[in-house]
Nanobody, 129 residues
Framework: HVQLVESGGGSVQAGGSLRLSCEVA??????????MGWFHQAPGKEREGVAT???????TYADSVKGRFTISQDNAKNTVFLQMNALKPEDTAMYYC??????????????????????WGQGTQVTVS
């Protein structure tokens, strides 16, 4: 089954940057047939969608991260990235990579929901102080 492995988390001061990576393996279909997403979950809070990336390259972002975060991919390395700039203390959370078979692309028009994704990584912690 699909394997997702996140890396790149850590501790950073407010205003700093981090780049998260998600290595994708064991896809049943071509990578462009999947919707990729990043979620975060702070202690005591629900898991929330941060960004999504469709196979055609289109992206969506949560309002809270627009203009600061960028989701991208390196097809040669089968890796999805989340570049996080101008980090704020409220960005502190566990960050999860997610994937779902979606040949027509990620759902649009609403905030991505955890139930939209079948495959999950173990998460990487981001702490902003």
């Amino acid at each position: 089954h699909v394997q997702l492995v996140e890396s790149g988390g850590g501790s950073v001061q407010a205003g700093g940057s981090l780049r998260l990576s998600c290595e994708v393996a064991r896809l049943t279909y071509e990578r462009f047939m999947y919707c990729m997403g990043w979620f975060h979950q702070a202690p005591g809070k629900e898991r929330e969608g941060v960004a999504t990336l469709s196979g055609d390259g289109s992206t969506t972002y949560a309002d809270s991260v627009k203009g600061r975060f960028t989701i991208s991919q390196d097809n040669a390395k089968n890796t999805v990235f989340l570049q996080m700039n101008a980090l704020k203390p409220e960005d502190t959370a566990m960050y999860y990579c997610a994937a779902d078979y979606a040949p027509i692309g990620c759902r649009v028009g609403r905030t991505p929901q955890p139930d939209d994704f079948a495959y999950w990584g173990q998460g990487t912690q981001v702490t902003v102080s």
